[in-house]
């Protein structure tokens, strides 16, 4: 397919001559991707998709209940003071954001009457406007109006440091005007390419001005509607008990045309990943279950009775491994790892090298995360855009021992290598979870036939991501040679995930290690990229910086990517569900249905 | 009596205040953060983490946090959850009846087998009802809930499809058909606990019976030519179960603390479910106030069972 042919699509398209989708399923025919597909067409000014599930219902209601199990339960229902998933998918079955993702990554209109373009005048020149359309005719459960007054009012409910919303980062560099009652303006300090941040996704729920109005900031707490939510979803609140069960009916009056299907909703919490993915995949009890952090060989064996599917979507959550350059077992100025301290044998480029060549990613994908993971040796992955072609991984325990015999590290008489008396022997912690665990021992395996001696060091979940300054074992303090775990990517745009490659984001004793570069490796190249891709318009010029980024760590080598991990859920066979790597499972709730 | 009852009363209070402070300070010293989810999240500015530490008063030190617990906590003021910001009082009455109906009616299901097999097995020691109701009993209290639990998922669950495994609070029925559900959802969870309770039960009350059966009392009661049915229930079981009804009281708190392991197995919302959610999302004031409570049953039902000792024996005096 040439230029030419590939614009007079795109006309085609604009004009509506041919479908968005028989455009993705053309392109995909001759080897293009969807998500690079329909960024082409959003490149050219062709609104995106507009539901990723075909919605095929033709009244609303009928359907009986919609019965979810979450295996953390939901404890809070005011999306900004959601602190996990559990809340953000409980929320969002009332209150829902401007837009949302869907699972290539494509924003989708809910609350907005269409997503900005720069041909539709959504997007300013200068990269600093965003004007929204909103929906009209939506109405709040109490059957208000929906308005811009409720958007601005969510802004500066979400920005009061006083009310202590969880979502606040995306607030509070900002301002938002209200232009008519069904235009907003969301007008950033700086040029901003990604922009569809405050009021989309997860941190985007509109909250109604005439619930919470008289409860902004310290009073936060105290507003009734936290615990008996008005919104816009599709389904009204009923009942909620925290940390067990959260009841909704149907909307009657969603704006949506023939949504929502089910007639109640029903989200029970508790118990365990693996009796919940029973529950759905076996009895049947349930309908939806999310989050299943299962072996996949438990997951196939309960899918043969035929009850229920499991579905996979990509996400950008990334498990690595850091390798330490900086010396954990000397304190400087009152912390280990200080970035003034050089490793004595993993600063050595050649050793870092070696050790990336003796992990087993492939083994790893097909007998511990099987659908719950994909090896890779870049950090970014999702959306495909972004993922750096250069980047490739091998494992190749020869050619580590050459790389290390040429590096001048000899076999000591107890068969670990070493060179000037500094033995290549490591500590190499992760959290206590049983596929790392297993990782860690097939990665020890390999690096014994190298002449690497790893002591594995395990520590709880809950000590080791908690940000507890006292304790030495929190995975931000890096008191180890080599760490490994997952990191979580929470928009379909790296720029605020690679953050934690920059310089001024270290973790160290003077930000009480609340920095996000655990590393602590930098590199004055990878700054100035970063720097330069914040500011950056052209999506094609800003994806090549990031992936510079991404490039840089890894091949020095310092981070090594494993697995990018899947969003694994279940559902019953009849069950059409749309969930999504980029938000939280129940994002277009309104579209499910039973077939 | 009264005297006694005031002296205990009295005593109850520097031993509660004792607990709460150890409890308080064990779970501060403890590794943890509530917001540790907000680590990993970059979306969330360091900052607004602070700012929530600092505004949930988790950067004073201990001694200053626990007379804060101390004084609201006298003034009725439970505190409010890290976790779902409402009220922790709000939240263990949610809970209280589910708690009371499983673990109650367990306890209730473990007397009614305990005490008929206890006291015929002890009535007639090694014969073969003894020998199988006691490997019975060995075998029941060898066997943890846990196994148990998924033992019976497995086979009226998954493999029969009989009963739900999934406790829920709400059913959506009504009359006698909600009745029906109710009893289907919670068979499970009450056979497995209450299972286990009647095996240390039946045992416990074999060995008081048979203390009892020898003592010379019995033997004139039988020699004044009563039936045996009499003897068996007047004269024995009536002082053999004294030591059994104070075992029962003892027991007491526990229904009322729940059952962590079955509750989570079968997802019933109960106080215990509630207790280990809030330890694992590092809840403090929930783990706090759940545990005290806990801890002044246990002070109220010892009391309650001393008591009871008097009133069932009258040789004992509260002097």
């Given at each position: 397919m040439d230029e030419r042919t590939l614009s007079s699509l795109i006309e085609n398209v604009k004009d509506g001559a041919i479908s968005r989708r028989s455009f993705i399923r053309r392109l995909a025919a001759v080897g293009i991707t969807a998500p690079i597909a329909s960024q082409i067409l959003a490149w050219n000014d062709v609104a995106m998709a507009q539901a990723s599930l075909q919605y095929k219902p033709t009244k609303a209601g009928g359907?009986?209940?919609?019965?979810?199990?979450?295996?953390?339960?939901?404890?809070?229902?005011?999306?900004?003071?959601?602190?996990?998933?559990?809340?953000?998918?409980?929320?969002?079955?009332?209150?829902?954001?401007?837009?949302?993702?869907?699972?290539?990554?494509?924003?989708?209109?809910?609350?907005?009457?269409?997503?900005?373009?720069?041909?539709?005048?959504?997007?300013?020149?200068?990269?600093?406007?965003?004007?929204?359309?909103?929906?009209?005719?939506?109405?709040?459960?109490?059957?208000?109006?929906?308005?811009?007054?409720?958007?601005?009012?969510?802004?500066?409910?979400?920005?009061?440091?006083?009310?202590?919303?969880?979502?606040?980062?995306?607030?509070?560099?900002?301002?938002?005007?209200?232009?008519?009652?069904?235009?907003?303006?969301?007008?950033?300090?700086?040029?901003?390419?990604?922009?569809?941040?405050?009021?989309?996704?997860?941190?985007?729920?509109?909250?109604?001005?005439?619930?919470?109005?008289?409860?902004?900031?310290?009073?936060?707490?105290?507003?009734?509607?936290?615990?008996?939510?008005?919104?816009?979803?599709?389904?009204?609140?009923?009942?909620?008990?925290?940390?067990?069960?959260?009841?909704?009916?149907?909307?009657?009056?969603?704006?949506?045309?023939?949504?929502?299907?089910?007639?109640?909703?029903?989200?029970?919490?508790?118990?365990?990943?693996?009796?919940?993915?029973?529950?759905?995949?076996?009895?049947?009890?349930?309908?939806?279950?999310?989050?299943?952090?299962?072996?996949?060989?438990?997951?196939?064996?309960?899918?043969?009775?035929?009850?229920?599917?499991?579905?996979?979507?990509?996400?950008?959550?990334?498990?690595?491994?850091?390798?330490?350059?900086?010396?954990?077992?000397?304190?400087?100025?009152?912390?280990?790892?200080?970035?003034?301290?050089?490793?004595?044998?993993?600063?050595?480029?050649?050793?870092?090298?070696?050790?990336?060549?003796?992990?087993?990613?492939?083994?790893?994908?097909?007998?511990?995360?099987?659908?719950?993971?994909?090896?890779?040796?870049?950090?970014?992955?999702?959306?495909?855009?972004?993922?750096?072609?250069?980047?490739?991984?091998?494992?190749?325990?020869?050619?580590?021992?050459?790389?290390?015999?040429?590096?001048?590290?000899?076999?000591?008489?107890?068969?670990?290598?070493?060179?000037?008396?500094?033995?290549?022997?490591?500590?190499?912690?992760?959290?206590?979870?049983?596929?790392?665990?297993?990782?860690?021992?097939?990665?020890?395996?390999?690096?014994?036939?190298?002449?690497?001696?790893?002591?594995?060091?395990?520590?709880?979940?809950?000590?080791?991501?908690?940000?507890?300054?006292?304790?030495?074992?929190?995975?931000?303090?890096?008191?180890?040679?080599?760490?490994?775990?997952?990191?979580?990517?929470?928009?379909?745009?790296?720029?605020?995930?690679?953050?934690?490659?920059?310089?001024?984001?270290?973790?160290?004793?003077?930000?009480?290690?609340?920095?996000?570069?655990?590393?602590?490796?930098?590199?004055?190249?990878?700054?100035?990229?970063?720097?330069?891709?914040?500011?950056?318009?052209?999506?094609?010029?800003?994806?090549?910086?990031?992936?510079?980024?991404?490039?840089?760590?890894?091949?020095?080598?310092?981070?090594?990517?494993?697995?990018?991990?899947?969003?694994?859920?279940?559902?019953?066979?009849?069950?059409?569900?749309?969930?999504?790597?980029?938000?939280?499972?129940?994002?277009?709730?309104?579209?499910?249905?039973?077939? | 009596m009264a005297t006694y009852l005031l002296r205990r009363l009295l005593i109850a209070i520097p031993s509660l205040l004792g607990i709460s402070l150890i409890l308080f300070t064990v779970l501060a010293l403890a590794p943890g953060d509530p917001f540790s989810e907000m680590a990993t999240n970059p979306n969330v500015p360091p900052e607004v983490r602070e700012a929530l530490r600092a505004s949930f008063g988790l950067n004073d030190p201990i001694m200053v946090r626990y007379l804060r617990w101390l004084s609201a906590m006298a003034q009725g003021d439970w505190g409010f959850s890290f976790a779902s910001r409402i009220n922790v009082d709000t939240l263990i009455l949610q809970r209280v009846p589910t708690t009371l109906f499983v673990v109650g009616t367990s306890q209730i299901l473990a007397l009614c087998i305990a005490l008929p097999v206890g006291i015929y097995a002890a009535t007639r020691p090694y014969s073969i009802f003894d020998q199988i109701a006691n490997t019975l009993a060995f075998v029941g209290f060898s066997l943890p809930t846990f196994f148990t639990g998924l033992l019976l998922i497995l086979l009226f669950s998954i493999k029969l499809d009989w009963f739900p495994f999934v406790y829920r609070s709400d059913i959506a029925a009504t009359g006698w058909r909600w009745y029906w559900e109710m009893f289907r959802q919670a068979i499970m969870p009450i056979t497995v606990l209450g299972l286990f309770q009647a095996a240390s039960y039946t045992r416990y009350v074999r060995s008081a019976v048979l203390d009892v059966i020898r003592l010379d009392y019995v033997t004139t009661a039988r020699a004044k030519g009563l039936s045996e049915k009499r003897v068996t229930l007047r004269h024995i079981t009536r002082n053999a179960l004294i030591p059994v009804v104070t075992l029962v009281a003892l027991q007491m708190p526990a229904v009322f603390g729940g059952a962590i392991v079955t509750e989570q197995i079968f997802r019933i919302p109960g106080i215990g479910s509630l207790l280990i959610d809030a330890i694992l999302a590092n809840d403090t004031p929930v783990i706090m106030a759940v545990t005290f409570v806990f801890a002044c049953l246990v002070v109220l039902f010892n009391l309650i069972a001393d008591l009871l000792y008097g009133w069932l024996d009258p040789r004992i005096s509260f002097g």
């Open positions: 359907g009986g209940p919609l019965k979810i199990l979450l295996w953390q339960a939901p404890t809070l229902l005011n999306p900004h003071f959601a602190s996990g998933t559990k809340d953000q998918i409980a929320g969002r079955i009332f209150f829902e954001p401007l837009a949302g993702w869907d699972k290539e990554g494509n924003l989708t209109p809910q609350l907005a009457a269409e997503v900005p373009t720069r041909a539709n005048g959504g997007l300013s020149e200068d990269g600093k406007v965003v004007t929204w359309k909103l929906k009209q005719g939506v109405k709040w459960h109490d059957g208000k109006p929906f308005t811009a007054d409720d958007v601005v009012f969510t802004w500066e409910y979400a920005a009061d440091p006083a009310t202590a919303a969880y979502t606040t980062g995306s607030y509070t560099n900002i301002k938002v005007e209200k232009v008519d009652d069904h235009t907003v303006k969301v007008i950033f300090k700086e040029a901003t390419p990604f922009w569809a941040d405050p009021f989309v996704g997860v941190v985007g729920q509109i909250l109604p001005k005439h619930h919470f109005g008289e409860y902004k900031g310290a009073k936060s707490r105290e507003a009734p509607a936290n615990l008996k939510p008005v919104g816009t979803g599709p389904y009204k609140f009923a009942e909620f008990k925290p940390g067990d069960i959260l009841t909704g009916t149907r909307n009657e009056d969603y704006h949506v045309k023939n949504q929502p299907h089910f007639d109640t909703i029903e989200v029970k919490g508790g118990g365990d990943a693996v009796s919940a993915a029973r529950a759905v995949l076996q009895t049947g009890e349930f309908d939806y279950a999310w989050n299943l952090q299962v072996e996949d060989e438990v997951l196939k064996k309960m899918e043969t009775g035929g009850r229920g599917k499991v579905s996979a979507v990509p996400s950008g959550d990334i498990e690595f491994i850091i390798l330490n350059t900086t010396d954990p077992w000397t304190e400087v100025d009152g912390e280990r790892s200080s970035v003034k301290t050089k490793h004595p044998t993993l600063s050595d480029p050649k050793v870092r090298q070696a050790f990336n060549l003796l992990i087993d990613r492939d083994s790893i994908q097909k007998f511990i995360y099987g659908r719950g993971g994909r090896a890779t040796a870049s950090f970014v992955n999702e959306p495909k855009q972004f993922r750096s072609q250069k980047l490739k991984y091998e494992f190749n325990i020869d050619k580590a021992n050459k790389i290390l015999d040429e590096a001048g590290w000899k076999r000591g008489s107890d068969g670990i290598r070493e060179k000037d008396g500094k033995k290549l022997k490591y500590v190499y912690q992760t959290s206590i979870n049983a596929p790392r665990q297993k990782t860690q021992a097939i990665i020890k395996q390999a690096c014994q036939k190298a002449g690497i001696d790893l002591e594995l060091k395990s520590v709880t979940a809950s000590v080791f991501f908690s940000s507890d300054v006292a304790n030495p074992d929190t995975y931000t303090k890096l008191y180890v040679d080599i760490e490994m775990y997952t990191t979580t990517q929470p928009q379909p745009d790296p720029e605020r995930f690679l953050n934690q490659f920059t310089s001024w984001e270290i973790a160290n004793k003077e930000n009480k290690w609340l920095g996000r570069n655990v590393s602590r490796y930098s590199d004055p190249e990878a700054d100035k990229a970063y720097k330069a891709a914040q500011k950056e318009l052209d999506p094609a010029k800003r994806a090549a910086l990031l992936i510079k980024v991404d490039e840089i760590f890894c091949e020095a080598n310092v981070i090594l990517p494993i697995l990018s991990r899947t969003r694994v859920a279940a559902s019953a066979t009849n069950l059409m569900h749309d969930h999504s790597g980029w938000d939280v499972d129940t994002w277009n709730v309104a579209a499910w249905y039973r077939s | -």
